[in-house]
Structures are given as structure tokens and as C-alpha cells.
């Protein structure tokens, strides 16, 4: 079945430090994929998303490719900030699930220090 | 405006007690959902309406009953609370894939249920 296996946290990092969280995914056919953050205390918002292989997803400084030969969307940052702290959450739907379905991976929490 | 607005915020009560939350959303979107959760921040789906039609019902007790009366609502009512019903319920929506597109899951705030 659909999957998503994304590093386990905790990650710490200092202020202007570089970022990856690793996604891999498990799908049949052409997954449309996802990154979600949850800042404390409140809901999930979509980050980025990519709906087919080589595209690249990007928002407020973070990046991820959608790479089918990996079966991966990485996501990455250049410069973090304290401002970054949060949970990150690695996503995928499929045509081939059940209507809208989100299999999401269990989550990065990502720490900053100034 | 809130585009996913759910209630209460915070839920504090008794095991053995019925409680709902509600959830709205003004996005004009045709799907809803409930997540659950957990202390680790696993999310798990657990219920999904299109159209006020059950879609997705996954391994949930029976005490949990979503009820949609309107596409802009999607309602849950848990019966018999315990406390590993403890945890922070999400509802989201989006618009429904149509050919070629995804939609985007829009999520609410959440509710922190604490049973004691």
C-alpha cells in the first residue's frame, strides 16, 4: 500500500544552519506529494507541494524535488531560523487511493536555536 | 476569516461522559475530515465525508460518530470517553481531485481533548 517514511526526529540546529529532512515514499502509479508544518500549538498548513517527478516544490525559503528513480522529496533549507521551529510533515495522494486520501509520515521536529 | 474553524478548543472531561466537537469550514470545499493526533504527533486519519457522504470510515471504535449535516460541516461525537481518547483532533477539508488535480487538505486549529 501507499506510505511515507520520513527521518525521525528530534533535529537541532543552530540559527543559519542548512536543513534536510529526508521523505521516501512507497505508491503505486503517479502520488502527488506534500510537505505540512505544524507550528506549536496549532494546525498542519501545506508548505509545498509537487504533483509529478522532477518538479519542484518551494515556499518561504524551503525546497523539495518530487525524484521518482529515489521515490523521494527531500525537503531542504539553506538557512534555518529560530522562527523555523515546528513539526514537519512529509505527505503523499494518490489517484489510485480512496478520493483525497493523505498518507502522511509520522513527523520531524525540527528545533532552532539562536 | 477562518477558513477551517473547529470547537472547543480545549476539551477537559470525564471518562464514560458523550462530547462532540464541531468543525466549519467557508472554503466552499466538498470533502472533510478527522484526524487523530497523538502525543507523538502521529496523525491518523479516521474519518472522510464528500459530499455529506461517508468516504472514508478507518479502524475507529464505534463510540466515534462523525456527523455531516451540510457540506460545510462536519461534526464528531465520541460516546463512552476513555483515556486513550485523550489527544488533539484535527478536521481539514479540500476540494476533490478532479482530472489531473489534487486537492490541498486545509486543516482547522484543533481540539485538545484531555480525558481524566
Known amino acids: 500500500g501507499d506510505s511515507v517514511t520520513q527521518m525521525e526526529g528530534p533535529v537541532t540546529l543552530s540559527e543559519e544552519a542548512f536543513l534536510t529532512i529526508n521523505c521516501t515514499y512507497t505508491?503505486?502509479?503517479?502520488?502527488?506529494l506534500f510537505w505540512y508544518v505544524q507550528y506549536p500549538g496549532e494546525g498542519l498548513q501545506l508548505l509545498l507541494k509537487?504533483?509529478?517527478?522532477?518538479d519542484k516544490g518551494s515556499n518561504k525559503g524551503f525546497e523539495a524535488t518530487y525524484r521518482k528513480e529515489t521515490t523521494s522529496f527531500h525537503l531542504e533549507k539553506g538557512s534555518v531560523q529560530v522562527s523555523d521551529s515546528a513539526v514537519y510533515f512529509c505527505?503523499?495522494?494518490?489517484?489510485?487511493?480512496?478520493?483525497?486520501?493523505?498518507?502522511f509520515g509520522r513527523g520531524t521536529q525540527l528545533t532552532v536555536w539562536p | 476569516d477562518t477558513a477551517v474553524s473547529q470547537t472547543p478548543k480545549y476539551l477537559v472531561t470525564q471518562m464514560g461522559n458523550d462530547k462532540s466537537i464541531k468543525c466549519e469550514q467557508n472554503?466552499?470545499?466538498?470533502?472533510m475530515y478527522w484526524y487523530k493526533q497523538d502525543s507523538k504527533k502521529f496523525l491518523k486519519i479516521m474519518f472522510s465525508y464528500n459530499n455529506k457522504e461517508l468516504i472514508i470510515n478507518e479502524t475507529v471504535p464505534n463510540r466515534f460518530s462523525p456527523k455531516s449535516p451540510d457540506k460545510a460541516h462536519l461534526n464528531l461525537h465520541i460516546n463512552s470517553l476513555e483515556l486513550g481518547d485523550s489527544a488533539v483532533y484535527f478536521c481539514?477539508?479540500?476540494?476533490?481531485?478532479?482530472?489531473?488535480?489534487?486537492?490541498?487538505?486545509?486543516f482547522g486549529p484543533g481540539t485538545r481533548l484531555l480525558v481524566l
Open positions: 472554503l466552499g470545499h466538498d470533502t
Open positions: 505527505a503523499l495522494s494518490n489517484r489510485g487511493s480512496t478520493l483525497g486520501r493523505l498518507y
Open positions: 505508491a503505486t502509479g503517479y502520488p502527488s
Open positions: 509537487a504533483t509529478k517527478a522532477d
Open positions: 481539514a477539508s479540500s476540494q476533490e481531485a478532479i482530472a489531473g488535480g489534487f486537492g490541498t487538505q486545509y
